[in-house]
């Protein structure tokens, strides 16, 4: 993998992760354009760069996680997280099977796409912020367990999930981040612990790059979000991922070979 090439991935990663739209479908079209999708490294790389985009949030939020120590607040994020632990743990080998699939990808982006495209209307989700229970926190980590069928994606499932239960757009897409940092820091320490091994030397530069990369742009995606949300909602997400799954279908189709990432 070159360093452009990682910035690509990176720059992927960043806008994607954060935003309703799937970075694993995102993800497969990137790497299979560039040629790299098979690679062992690149595989590993996708992964590793996660924790770049998981320290956006973190800095984004210092005064929320850091500054003002909230035992609350991590209590809710323990009990969000549990059941994408649990589920995670138990359904690891169906979930790596789903992610060899490219249709089952597609077809999450389509049907999600048009989820978001209506959402508005079934929901009437409220301007201002109010307190969240456990019980609430747990029922929005349920909503993130279907987030493991790839193509779904975390953060639309999360927020949909807040916005279900009574909570304003902003409120539950904030929350959706916060839940992003044990999951994906969980996820991708799992994952990185079992593959580490394969990383060389001349490898450190390109991911500390690469980390680097996802850092900054999600940093930025996640500001963009927040105001787009507030003020818009999520159709031109839905219109976004319905023009993708279709392009996915349509390049499967077509006969064009897409390698997961």
């Known amino acids: ?46 992964v590793n760069i996660q924790f770049g985009a998981i320290l956006s949030v973190v800095v984004l939020y210092w005064k929320r996680f850091v500054k003002d120590i909230d035992f609350n ?53 409220p301007q201002q912020d109010k307190p969240m229970s456990f019980a609430q926190a747990f029922k929005i980590g349920l909503f993130q367990c279907i987030a493991m069928i790839p193509g779904v994606s975390r953060s639309a499932a999360t927020i949909i999930g807040g916005m279900v239960q009574g909570f304003s757009r902003k409120q539950a897409a904030e929350f959706s981040f916060f839940l992003a940092v044990p999951t994906m820091a969980a996820a991708g320490g799992y994952k990185l612990l079992k593959t580490y091994d394969t990383i060389q030397a001349e490898d450190i530069q390109i991911l500390l790059w690469g980390n680097l990369v996802a850092f900054v742009v999600a940093l930025l995606a996640i500001k963009f979000f927040i105001n787009f949300l507030t003020k818009y909602g999520f159709k031109v997400f839905g219109y976004y991922r319905i023009a993708l799954g279709l392009l996915l279908l349509v390049l499967l189709a077509s006969g064009v070979k897409l390698d997961i990432v």
């Open 73 to 125: 607040f991590y209590l809710k994020l323990l009990v969000a997280f549990i059941p994408a632990a649990v589920f995670g743990f138990l359904l690891n080998d169906l979930i790596d099977s789903l992610l060899e699939n490219v249709y089952v990808v597609a077809l999450m982006l389509l049907m999600g796409g048009i989820i978001l495209v209506y959402i508005d209307r079934w929901i009437n989700a």
């Open 1 to 46: 993998m070159t360093f452009w090439q990682a910035a690509v991935l990176a720059i992927v990663e960043g806008l994607t992760e954060f935003l309703p739209v799937s970075s694993t479908g995102h993800m497969i079209i990137a790497s299979s354009l560039m040629g790299i999708g098979q690679e062992e490294f690149v595989k590993m790389f996708t």
